[in-house]
């Protein structure tokens, strides 16, 4: 009897260790199919699923080499629980109702404000590149992409290269077709779609069909802000109606408020203010409420624009061009950098903008800002010439000077008017004094021979060239005359310019004989007397007048002419001869 309850004991702790077992092979195959079909990361499912296959090996090792049943029906209850533990306690993390740290890892910020990634790099100190791409479909000033791809661990991560749109690209280049006959519709759609900012439609008086394209400025290639013009139909004048029914223009964009009054002949005016509620270039308001009539050749309506949101400017000056390029791009502003050096001012620091604090600008605005590239320090320089390089590239002025000096040699600097680590002023001139080596004593070269004069040159280092005068009361090739005067001083290489005689001058008697002269020609006679000379009286210089003379006939010299058969000349003198020509 006892042994019948003891296998009945023994029974039902057998069937309790089976059904427990079973109950772990069922919730194993559901956890098995749940990680291979729910989760997303089939590694993860793997690593995951290792660890309860570690568990179970283990398990099944202590229970092979345990030598009691009562051992191993332990060694399987305990494997079972742990099991279902484990995968309980990841099913629980998988459907995060428990949530367990982890590392933060990248998200897309595609058509996300740049605010919202410059905000969360500045948490993560995380430096953002920014690059610049036109977009047609992301809005300005929101991110196109990053170079880090989602799901990047943040830890991983240093610098984000972080592309922005300007908006669409004004230059780029659109086929625009001929639009003669179009219906204003769809000119309004294509210049919609492609982004055509420039355009402008006129409407006029036309037998045309009223709202369609009578003439177009331009088609073909066409940048999207080149300016051109479509004129439209208005109808014949007996179709226009004098008087229209105000329509409701608040809230339409400038350019679809205007077409609709251009198209009902309407004269407008326009004003502009901010708003904090309505976007920029749409209709705020307008003079003539909605259905009352309009008379076209009367009235006039004024709109109130928006210039959207008044950007107030900060203080700027305190703001690093990190700040400053953030607040451009957040605030769809346009920036120009100028890079310039201060004396006062550290490098990467603002010295001034266009903007002042507190003025209320709008959106496009172009903002320059001028930095500070540092000072300027005076350096030492080797040459003149190193020096001219440094003071070129720095965009400094300077004024050279230049001295006598027995113990700088020529061409080297003297002095500067800056010391080397003086601070430099970029908008002042800097003073250079450069040697012009020993100061050379001009001598006295009247009296001297062309080779006299130059021996004396070469020994002095002075650089002597030679002309040829007139006649003086020196001999032929002796100098008479020089550019720089005796005891003057100047540097070696100087070029002086020695002035020689032609010789003694020579006095004789004009002798004209008969054949020299051309009755009736006056001019041959000239011609004659030109050659006649120049043969006989070399050196001596001629002038001809032609005068009247009743009576004597052309060619012949006038009995008035102050040098005439007879007289003397002298060589280096010059004489005027009458000619006779009637």
């Not at 283990?58 to 229970?63: C, D, N, R, Y």
């Not at 300007?166 to 086929?175: A, C, L, N, Q, S």
Request: proline share 2%; glycine share 4%; aromatic share 10%.
């Amino acid at each position: 009897m006892k042994n019948n309850d003891e296998n009945k004991k023994k029974r039902k702790k057998i069937s309790f260790y089976l059904i427990f077992c079973a109950f772990t092979l069922i919730c194993s195959i559901a956890y098995l199919t749940y990680s291979a079909l729910i989760v997303d990361s089939i590694v993860n499912n793997i690593l995951k699923l290792s660890i309860p296959l570690f568990i179970f090996i283990i398990s099944l090792i202590l229970f092979l080499s345990a030598s009691k049943s009562s051992m191993k029906n332990w060694l399987i209850l305990s494997t079972a629980i742990i099991l279902i533990l484990f995968m309980g306690f990841n099913l629980l993390t998988n459907l995060n109702i428990i949530n367990l740290p982890s590392d933060e890892k990248m998200i897309s910020y595609a058509n996300k404000s740049y605010k919202t990634l410059s905000e969360w790099a500045d948490k993560n100190n995380i430096t953002l590149d920014v690059e610049y791409e036109y977009s047609d479909t992301i809005e300005k000033g929101n991110i196109i992409r990053t170079d880090i791809f989602e799901g990047t661990l943040v830890k991983e991560i240093s610098t984000i290269i972080v592309t922005i749109s300007e908006g669409p690209d004004y230059d780029k280049i659109v086929v625009v077709p001929s639009m003669i006959g179009w219906d204003i519709e769809e000119v309004t759609e294509f210049i919609e779609n492609n982004f055509m900012e420039n355009v402008t439609i006129e409407y006029e008086m036309s037998d045309e069909l009223r709202d369609t394209v009578i003439e177009q400025s331009k088609n073909g290639d066409i940048r999207r802000n080149q300016e051109w013009t479509l004129t439209v139909s208005l109808g014949t004048e007996e179709e226009l109606s004098q008087t229209v029914a105000m329509e409701d223009l608040e809230g339409l964009t400038l350019f679809r408020a205007t077409l609709w009054l251009k198209r009902n002949g309407i004269n407008y005016s326009l004003e502009y203010e901010f708003s904090d509620d309505i976007e920029r270039n749409i209709v705020i308001s307008q003079s003539i409420d909605n259905g009352e009539i309009v008379s076209i050749s009367e009235d006039t309506i004024v709109l109130t624009i928006s210039k959207g949101k008044a950007i107030v400017v900060p203080d700027i000056l305190n703001m690093t061009v990190d700040e400053i390029t953030n607040w451009i791009v957040d605030n769809k502003l346009k920036v120009e950098f100028d890079e310039i050096y201060d004396e006062s001012i550290e490098v990467g620091k603002i010295i001034s903008a266009s903007i002042e604090k507190g003025d209320q600008i709008e959106v496009e605005t172009l903002v320059t800002v001028t930095i500070s590239k540092g000072q300027i320090k005076m350096l030492s320089f080797n040459s003149l010439s190193e020096f001219k390089t440094w003071a070129n590239k720095y965009s400094i002025l300077y004024n050279l000077s230049y001295s006598y000096s027995t113990s700088i040699s020529k061409g080297s600097v003297i002095s500067y008017s800056y010391a080397e680590g003086d601070i430099v002023d970029p908008e002042s001139i800097i003073y250079v004094n450069v040697s012009l080596g020993p100061a050379i004593t001009i001598p006295s070269f009247t009296g001297k021979t062309k080779t006299e004069a130059t021996t004396l040159c070469n020994s002095l280092g002075i650089r002597c060239s030679f002309s040829t005068g007139t006649y003086t009361s020196y001999a032929e090739n002796v100098v008479y005359s020089q550019s720089r005067s005796s005891g003057s001083k100047v540097a070696s290489g100087t070029a002086i310019t020695l002035t020689l005689s032609k010789g003694i001058p020579v006095t004789k008697t004009l002798y004209i004989q008969q054949n020299w002269l051309s009755i009736g020609n006056a001019d041959a006679t000239i011609t004659s007397l030109r050659t006649q000379f120049a043969n006989n009286y070399p050196g001596v210089n001629f002038n001809f007048t032609k005068v009247k003379d009743n009576t004597l006939s052309s060619g012949m010299i006038s009995q008035s002419s102050p040098t005439n058969h007879g007289s003397s000349v002298t060589q280096g003198q010059t004489y005027t001869i009458y000619i006779v020509s009637n």
